[in-house]
């Protein structure tokens, strides 16, 4: 009951996120005395890292789309340790599950700011869609929730025991995002109303409204084991959100086929992960 209240209290405060780490540490801290009960440990941690939003900004596969549209990501991660007991401070009867399995639980939050790069967007071009391109901004900032299955192919246990030794793994799950977009001209207010300003394919197709969205993560990364109870880690991420409206451009799909995908992300992070004893 206490697990589906908390779930329902963090869904509800997607639409207020300042409150979020307050919920998500209440929540993790009673939990951690009630699963404790169940014959698993936990650890804690932080994350930091660049992010590159693949957005309707720029050109797909550019490289200075995908340099430009950069940005940055904070978090705080929560371990479940199937491998090691809090109840009895001993290990657990060695299965493949919790000696290769970890599950993780996130909040995090990034933050993109956006504009065009790319062929449409060179110096020779003296078009006026070319202007009006140029003088596109947005910018981005989710707010994540959700939890992740890691897979180590190495033992956990053994890992655990061994400073200065190596894990790596890879990880698939979901995530519930609340997302803010800002878009906006430089050469004036109208952007996406305005044919003045806004080039033809976005007429329609700018919002600055927030919104809602579901998205399947997977990573790969490695841990380093620092001492007996903590690591450090990093992570290269894959996050696709299951909306186009993330960045706040959707241009019709129908006729754009160049932006028919949704918005999705790639995160380089590095973590620092502490063992609660």
């Known amino acids: 009951m206490f697990l589906y209240i908390c779930h329902e209290l963090i869904f509800i405060t997607m639409q207020t996120p300042k409150y979020l780490t307050f919920i998500f540490l209440t ?3 009673f939990t951690s005395s009630l699963q404790a009960q169940f014959g698993f440990s936990h650890e804690i941690g932080a994350i930091i890292g660049p992010v590159a939003f693949q957005s309707d900004y720029g050109v797909r596969g550019d490289i200075q789309t995908n340099a430009g549209n950069t940005g940055f990501g904070i978090g705080l991660i ?4 199937f491998s090691y007991r809090a109840d009895c401070d001993c290990y657990a009867t060695p299965t493949y599950f919790n000696d290769h399995f970890k599950l993780r639980s996130e909040l995090s939050y990034n933050k993109t700011e956006l504009k065009h790069f790319g062929k449409w967007v060179a110096p ?3 078009s006026v869609i070319a202007d ?3 003088g596109m901004r947005g910018s981005t900032a989710v707010t994540n929730l959700g939890m992740q299955l890691e897979y180590f192919p190495l033992s956990i246990r053994q890992f655990s025991g061994t400073p200065g030794a190596w894990a790596p793994f890879i990880s698939l799950g979901g995530q519930f995002s609340y997302y803010k977009p800002t878009a906006y001209s430089t050469l004036g207010p109208g952007l996406g109303d305005l044919l ?3 080039p033809t394919k976005y007429i329609d197709g700018v919002t600055n409204e927030s919104g809602t969205v579901w998205s399947v993560v997977s990573s790969i990364g490695t841990r380093y084991k620092l001492t007996i109870l903590s690591d450090l880690m990093i992570d290269l991420r894959w996050q696709y959100y299951f909306s186009n409206w993330v960045d706040g451009l959707n241009p019709n799909p129908d006729v754009y086929k160049e932006n028919r995908a949704n918005d999705w992300l790639v995160w380089l992070n590095v973590g620092y992960i502490y063992y609660l004893d």
């Open 78 to 81: 929560h371990y479940m340790n």
């Open 196 to 198: 003045e300003v806004t």
């Open 27 to 29: 929540c993790f801290g």
């Open 124 to 126: 020779d071009r003296t």
């Open 132 to 134: 009006q391109l140029r």
